[in-house]
């Protein structure tokens, strides 16, 4: 299968053969191996390509040291690391450094590159993780270090299935209902949350040489289909000793889910304000929204498991 990927400044052909895989309900063809992902067969939704980037973008809607973006595309410098090129949610070129670590090429690829792609799709990221509890979805969210994929981690561990890390991509069925899209089968954790489970990280890939964070396997725990979303919960770490969940009512759901749109200072750029507002209004239309206090310091993962368990009992 031959592909041509064009834009404002190249033009990029390659014989795609080599991988086709499965995320966020889309099939990839890529000339990249990736070994996080599930393979499939099936006509490709969208195209990952290794090859030259634009240097720059017309008529860019913004631009900064390392980010274009203009109607279409999108252009994306990771330093030390490589570029991306993100056009019409249907095409990834990635122009990795010399000597750049491919395993952290690849996790710019799933994380930044990809949120940018399905921006330009029209499906709302949120920046969380995702999993199935007696068929209903639920997406722990909250800023960087909040612990969302520590918890998503512990409801594994009691046996629920798991759905998407650091993604949540949300998307409208057919009848009206609100889906999570599943994305890879496996969580970026970090080591001593890994060993707070017993396990063991010897044996495991190592994200990046910067953190002691590693690929950490879903295997048979991974929902490999959408699944229906009735809640969210915001993690918010707070100097207290004690667990308290409390349910989030009217406008402040939306302002919920609005802050924790995934790379949210992008979204006016792929649509403006008032697009994801209206997306974020008719989510929490749909779902209910809890915030949850936890302890700054030690683990607290299996209290937070049985509060957030008892509201959605």
Not at 41 to 47: T, V
Not at 126 to 137: I, Q, W
Not at 205 to 219: A, D, L, M, S, T
């Amino acid at each position: 299968m031959q592909v041509v990927v064009s834009f404002s400044m190249a033009i990029y052909s390659t014989d795609l053969q080599k991988f086709s895989y499965s995320m966020f309900g889309l099939a990839a063809a890529s000339d990249i191996m990736i070994p996080q992902l599930l393979e499939v067969a099936g006509e490709p939704d969208i195209y990952i390509v290794r090859g030259k980037t634009p240097r720059r973008l017309r008529g860019p809607l913004y631009r900064s040291r390392n980010i274009q973006i203009s109607k279409t595309g999108m252009l994306l410098k990771v330093k030390g690391v490589g570029r991306y090129y993100i056009d019409s949610g249907k095409y990834i070129v990635v122009e990795p450094l010399k000597g750049s670590d491919m395993q952290t090429v690849r996790l710019f690829l799933l994380g930044s590159a990809m949120g940018a792609l399905l921006f330009q799709r029209g499906i709302l990221p949120l920046h969380g993780s995702a999993v199935v509890m007696k068929d209903k979805a639920v997406i722990i969210t909250g800023a960087s270090g909040a612990g969302k994929s520590s918890l998503a981690m512990a409801f594994r561990e009691k046996g629920y299935s798991f759905v998407t890390d650091d993604i949540a991509a949300i998307k409208h069925g057919e009848d009206g209902s609100v889906y999570v899209l599943p994305s890879y089968p496996q969580q970026k954790l970090w080591q001593d949350s890994i060993e707070y489970i017993g396990g063991e990280v010897e044996n495991l890939e190592q994200i990046n040489r910067w953190n002691n964070k590693f690929y950490y396997p879903v295997g048979n725990d991974f929902c490999n289909s959408p699944a229906r979303l009735t809640a969210v919960c915001e993690i918010v770490p707070r100097d207290k000793r004690e667990v308290e969940i409390y349910k989030v009512d009217g406008v402040e759901k939306i302002d919920v889910l609005m802050r924790n749109i995934y790379r949210y200072q992008w979204a006016g750029f792929f649509g403006n304000g008032k697009v994801y507002f209206t997306k974020c209004a008719d989510i929490a239309k749909h779902v209910d929204v809890f915030r949850m206090f936890r302890p700054e310091n030690g683990f607290s993962v299996d209290e937070q498991v049985k509060k957030l368990q008892e509201c959605l009992s």
